[in-house]
């Protein structure tokens, strides 16, 4: 009877495995397509020049600019607000219903559609605010979207930081901002930090938000400030792609793009991570 | 000998919502001399010592009745500002708790926040610090290392070093050696009886050999009450309670 | 001393009102979704607008009824979810209960890179490998349909389902498990018995987590899912999802025209699914979690 159930445990156990390693399968087939089909284009003259003959040759410089010009502001907007509202969260916060209200406000502006913040960067950011198709729209409406992974990855980070260390800077006449300042940050600052370059990377890979916002899919010069328009990798990959009259043969650049774009990504996500765990030993937590 | 009470409580009661911790509290304590807290597990002694630095301020939902004055200042009264008082009555915890900061940075730190800024001045602080700590030696060549590689003894020691470094006239020590080996243990108490010259020392133990050997006057708590106060080796000898006589000799606890 | 406690007060209050920026955040863009939007209801009734079949919002008369929209949107985030939550699940377990460390090391970053990979580049994959792949192997007339767009969201919601799943199943004490071996449980045996019961709550916040995150996505459906604003009569047929609608429409509609009006109706919509998601599964999460911590 015994062996039965073992057999039974043995069958499944292995179809858990398959499960698992499909997932492998899949990235491994997708990161295979894009690479095989995109290094050809990817060159020194790809990454550093302009697109030339309608988009045909040339480069993507000015979309690699374009997308680090959104994600530095991103940045700007997403993280002394996120870092903010997770402290105020973790070390002021009490577990009232006030709590539980803006908890519920940070989960739902998590789970809001991309494109629902494009249309929200539109008519508010574009139109109201009159800052049209520009860095600072598409920058703002990415840094609303990236609001709440920065917040998350900041108070698991102040949460990791032991009581007792709180606790033993208030003995010694410390006010809670002193402690917040001097011992709780710098030691959540790793964590925060990893977060933070996770929360941007995916910022650096949305399209939705900035269709309408701040990117367009050609413009002669670099941008020059932030009411500027750009051009940007994934928007550049959805227009080649869908748009325009050379979708074939554009084709080569559109898996060239899209390769760039993904080791970017990949990039970010791999230097937060060895950033973290370099930081981390130095803490020794 | 002179004997000026330095800090007292006069029926301090202590509430956590509707549960009652301590029970009409009445302990003198003496200036220059070590008292120790002693009872078993969970019979409030650590809850009192926390009032005493108001750090059970930081739960929520307390209430504290009753008279806590340091010389001629009542503790709680609304005027008084915790900040300073912290300062004043200093603390050191169960678990070694040094900041992930360098050893110097740990002793500068709380005379960075109390506006200590001429850096001459607090080099000379934690140097002297560390002295009194019985450390200094053991961490002069090596003070911009880690605080958190030292063993824990010495990181015990160094959290003593900090809280001394903001000039404290009350050390309160919650169980500052269940945490360490015999030796660090021993290291520890004979700080505590040198400090004991310049410093009130009260300090919480679940281990009443070391709250013989180390202290002048004893009070055994039980069940948030307060049963007996006395001389060390009077409470120890000649016990006045029956309680008290049954837990010194082990008979529960 | 008293400078000092003004001092705290004053950040006190001014994280606080920091906080507060998400939840105004939030209130800006359901006000200006409704700003938007409703002025599309003084030409066609609420009724026509989610009920009505046919969307031609170019057409003159315009006809805005969002019905095979929604029914779009539905149906690739269901055939999507059946693809991604049996996967999501075992993946959960298999790294939970049953990966040896080393092997849980591969797969985990194997899962975290899935959730990094840009919408786009997943949607242009889609578009360029997926279709014409199904296309010949299913002798189907066009590779752009609700199969591809649901293969290539499914591959987006794993990683969401998959990692809340595992912080669910994580959390179940130990002391259930060791309770059932002690009782003569096979290891399987306790994972469905015991442990997938015990972190239910979990795993269905992370499903619902997992296609909320589904019907709310925009590149995959615009690329792969082929834009046909038609009912589907089967999951090879191309339809068009209430995301994919606005992103390809917005460029064409003049500024404060109807079907501009119309398209900010559409993400309200959009935002009611999303949101009605999220308050069910924060419902879960929190009633949940309460139950299971007191008992233990």
Redesign the interface.
């Known amino acids: 009877m015994i062996k039965q159930r073992l057999i039974v445990q043995k069958i499944w156990f292995s179809l858990l495995k398959v499960a698992a390693w499909v997932n492998g399968l899949a990235l491994a087939v997708i990161v295979y397509f894009i690479l095989s089909r995109g290094w050809r284009a990817v060159s020194w003259g790809f990454l550093t020049q302009a697109p030339k003959d309608s988009m045909t040759a040339g480069g993507i410089l000015p979309c690699i600019v374009g997308t680090i010009a959104l994600c530095l502001m991103t940045i700007l907007v997403a993280l002394p607000i996120g870092v903010a509202s997770a402290i105020y969260l973790n070390e002021y916060a009490g577990h009232g219903k006030f709590i539980r209200f803006i908890r519920l406000g940070i989960n739902n502006l998590a789970g809001v559609p991309s494109i629902v913040f494009g249309l929200f960067g539109l008519a508010f950011f574009c139109i109201v605010l009159k800052m049209g198709v520009s860095i600072a729209s598409g920058g703002l409406t990415l840094g609303i979207m990236t609001l709440p992974v920065i917040i998350g990855a900041s108070e698991e980070a102040l949460k990791s930081v032991p009581n007792t260390y709180r606790e033993a800077s208030l003995a010694m006449g410390a006010t809670k901002w002193q402690t917040i300042r001097r011992v709780v940050l710098p030691t959540a600052f790793p964590g925060i930090i990893t977060g933070s370059i996770l929360g941007i990377s995916r910022a650096a890979g949305e399209t939705a938000p900035i269709m309408y916002t701040g990117a367009v899919f050609f413009t002669p010069d670099l941008p020059a400030s932030i009411l500027d328009e750009v051009m940007a990798l994934p928007y550049h990959i959805y227009v080649l792609a869908t748009a325009g009259t050379q979708i074939e043969a554009t084709r080569h650049l559109q898996y060239g793009t899209a390769l760039v774009l993904i080791v970017l990504i990949f990039g970010m996500n791999l230097s937060a991570i060895i950033m973290r765990s370099k930081m981390r030993k130095k803490l020794r937590i | 000998m002179q004997r000026h009470i330095k800090m007292h409580t006069k029926n301090l009661d202590f509430f956590y919502g509707d549960f009652q911790a301590l029970h009409e509290i009445s302990i003198d304590f003496i200036q220059h001399q070590v008292t120790a807290l002693i009872g078993p597990s969970g019979c409030g002694k650590s809850t009192y010592l926390r009032c005493l630095?108001r750090?059970n301020d930081?739960i929520?939902r307390i209430r504290i009745k009753g008279e806590a004055m340091l010389d001629t200042q009542d503790i709680y009264d609304p005027s008084v500002?915790v900040?300073?008082?912290?300062?004043r009555v200093?603390?050191v915890?169960q678990?070694p708790?040094?900041?992930?900061?360098s050893i110097f940075e740990n002793i500068a730190?709380?005379l960075?926040?109390?506006g200590v800024k001429d850096k001459a001045n607090i080099t000379a602080i934690v140097e002297k610090s560390l002295k009194q700590a019985a450390i200094w030696d053991e961490v002069r060549d090596r003070l911009n290392e880690?605080a958190?590689g030292l063993s824990g003894g010495q990181q015990q020691r160094l959290?003593i070093a900090?809280?001394l470094a903001?000039g404290p006239e009350v050390l309160l020590m919650d169980e500052p050696a269940s945490a360490l080996d015999p030796i660090a243990t021993q290291k520890i108490e004979e700080l505590i009886t040198e400090l004991s010259s310049k410093l009130t020392i009260i300090i919480v133990t679940h281990n009443m050999q070391q709250a013989a050997r180390v202290s002048d006057r004893t009070a055994f708590f039980y069940m948030g009450k307060l049963i007996e106060v006395n001389d060390t080796d009077t409470l120890f000898t000649k016990p006045k309670l029956k309680q008290t006589e049954d837990y010194i000799t082990g008979r529960f606890g | 001393m008293l400078k000092r406690q003004v001092i705290d007060k004053g950040v006190h209050s001014g994280f606080l009102l920091i906080a507060l920026f998400s939840i105004t955040v939030l209130s800006l863009i359901v006000l200006f979704l409704f700003k938007e939007g409703i002025p599309i209801f003084e030409y066609v009734s609420i009724k026509d607008f989610v009920l009505g079949q046919y969307w031609y919002p170019t057409d003159d008369p315009a006809d805005f009824g969002i019905f095979p929209l929604i029914l779009g949107s539905v149906s690739v985030t269901l055939l999507s979810g059946i693809i991604a939550i049996p996967l999501g699940i075992m993946t959960a377990v298999y790294l939970a209960e049953i990966a040896p460390p080393k092997v849980a090391e591969i797969v985990k970053p194997i899962v975290e890179l899935m959730a990094s990979m840009p919408s786009v580049v997943i949607g242009f994959f889609g578009m360029v490998v997926v279709a014409p792949f199904i296309q010949q192997l299913f002798n189907i007339p066009v590779g752009l349909n609700m199969f591809n767009a649901s293969l290539m969201l499914a591959f987006m919601s794993i990683p969401t389902i998959c990692s809340l799943s595992e912080d669910a199943i994580f959390c179940v004490p130990a002391a259930l498990k060791e309770a059932s071996f002690a009782l003569g449980a096979t290891h399987f045996e306790t994972i469905v018995k015991v442990i997938i019961p015990a972190s239910l709550s979990g795993i269905c916040t992370a499903v619902i987590l997992g296609l909320s995150r589904a019907i709310g996505e925009t590149m995959v459906v615009l690329m792969a899912a082929g834009g046909a604003a038609m009912i589907p009569g089967s999951i090879f047929d191309p339809v068009r999802p209430l995301p994919a609608s606005i992103a390809a429409e917005m460029a064409e509609a003049p500024f404060g025209s109807e079907h501009y009006h119309a398209l900010f109706a559409i993400g309200m919509v959009l935002f009611g699914f999303t949101f009605i998601f999220n308050l069910i599964a924060d419902y879960i999460s929190y009633k949940f979690r309460q139950v299971g911590e007191a008992s233990l």
Request: some cysteine; proline content about 7%; glycine content about 6%.
């Open positions: 630095n750090m930081l929520s500002d900040v300073t008082l912290r300062r200093g603390m915890f678990k708790n040094p900041f992930p900061k730190y709380g960075k926040v109390n880690s958190l959290c900090r809280a903001v």
